[in-house]
């Protein structure tokens, strides 16, 4: 969000973010921008003027998406789900920050049965502070705005009484397999291929089992490639970064190698990437409070190999440019919590035009390359937060059987 809303032309002043990890790429990232590493449970908007460059200024937007498990397609729904309260502190921190608008992002899960009259209670928690709330809401596909991956999220608009409501963007582009018809006038949406093809193949490097960068020849670039490439698009050597490979059996090479595209690996289950198709929506898996799992990760389209973290970076319509944690694990998990920058630069582009403003594109920055490094208790202590403040799992202690 805080990618996609820089590139529509907004100074992104201020972030809150409770896990260490995450809250130190994003200041990676964002130099400027004030990393803020506490819950939103524990602070306040003043909080957020006083330790961040805000301070008495007028917001413009406050934008933000609350943990959305309890709210997932995938998982069990559960309104008393104690995840789903902190929906309630983001209404909390708009109404105490009072920008002119705000954006707020979650699963499509909240706009089916019972959990629509939650979100009508969210919209209702607006009204009530003075905000006008668009209250025929939309979900958006990523895909539909130029990202090869379809992913449909929530986005809910409002605007401070006596400012213009802004609209939700149109769709730009529209997948291969999408009805005829139905967006018969827009781009096509890039392919799995698209975003791939000119990167280097990961496995014909030995350093990439150790680290997650080196220096590449690129091949020839689509449009959308070339769109998120760092140097010209012609036959040249970069920098290939979160690229950690993934070291499989040769058991699960020949399967993977066997299995045909768009079809899912029986064993893995993992989902074979089809080149000429989108990818599918790319999940985050579970946090170490919940088992460090990680969510089955899609198969190479031309390599018998699960994708690295820059090619779901790519799938993301993330630019090369924007670095993850050098881990495999935090680094699909930064991807498969985050909107598409692209999608989120089609809401956010949306406020600059209900203004009448033509904005300018923020120049982009990156802070110290040692906060992509950090483990977890280091993380913890540069902000100086407790290393636990994320839950860590429980394991139970077997008892020895007694003699």
């Not at 920055?365 to 839950?391: C, D, K, R």
């Amino acid at each position: 969000m805080s990618l996609g809303f820089r590139q529509a032309g907004f100074d992104v002043m201020a972030a809150v973010e409770y896990d260490p990890i995450h809250c130190a790429v994003h200041e990676f990232n964002f130099p400027d921008c004030a990393a803020i590493c506490r819950s939103v449970a524990d602070i306040d908007g003043r909080y957020i003027r006083e330790h961040s460059r805000i301070d008495g200024a007028d917001i413009d937007v406050v934008f933000g998406g609350a943990p959305c498990q309890g709210f997932s397609m995938i998982g069990k729904r559960n309104l008393d789900d104690p995840r789903n309260h902190l929906v309630h502190h983001f209404v909390r921190l708009v109404t105490e920050l009072n920008p002119k608008f705000f954006v707020f992002e979650n699963v499509k899960g909240l706009t089916v049965g019972q959990h629509q009259s939650f979100l009508s209670e969210i919209m209702d928690a607006f009204e009530e502070k003075g905000y006008q709330v668009e209250r025929r809401y939309r979900v958006l596909n990523a895909a539909n705005f130029g990202v090869p991956q379809s992913r449909h999220r929530l986005f809910l608009l409002g605007a401070r009484q006596g400012m213009p409501l802004p609209s939700y963007p149109d769709a730009t582009h529209s997948p291969k397999d999408e009805p005829t018809g139905l967006f018969s006038n827009l781009s096509k949406t890039p392919t799995v291929w698209d975003a791939l093809g000119d990167l280097p193949e990961a496995d014909e490097f030995d350093e990439l089992l150790d680290r997650d960068w080196v220096f590449a020849r690129f091949g020839k670039a689509s449009s959308y490639a070339s769109s998120l490439r760092q140097e010209p698009t012609e036959q040249t050597e970069e920098i290939l970064t979160s690229s950690l490979r993934t070291v499989h059996t040769p058991e699960s090479v020949e399967r993977f190698a066997r299995t045909p595209y768009g079809d899912t690996e029986p064993i893995s289950r993992f989902l074979k990437l089809d080149p000429n198709g989108i990818c599918n929506t790319l999940r985050a898996g579970t946090a170490s409070d919940r088992g460090a799992f990680t969510s089955p990760r899609p198969i190479h389209p031309k390599s018998p190999r699960c994708i690295t973290v820059r090619e779901a970076a790519r799938l993301h319509s993330y630019p090369d440019s924007f670095r993850l944690h050098c881990t495999k694990w935090h680094g699909f998990r930064q991807i498969g919590n985050s909107v598409p920058p692209l999608l989120a630069q089609a809401v956010a582009a949306q406020i600059p035009v209900a203004l009448a403003l033509q904005p300018t594109r923020c120049a982009t920055n990156t802070g110290n390359i040692a906060l992509l490094t950090l483990t977890m208790s280091e993380a913890a202590a540069h902000y100086g937060v407790s290393s636990t403040v994320i839950p860590q799992r429980l394991r139970k202690v077997a008892e020895k059987p007694h003699a």
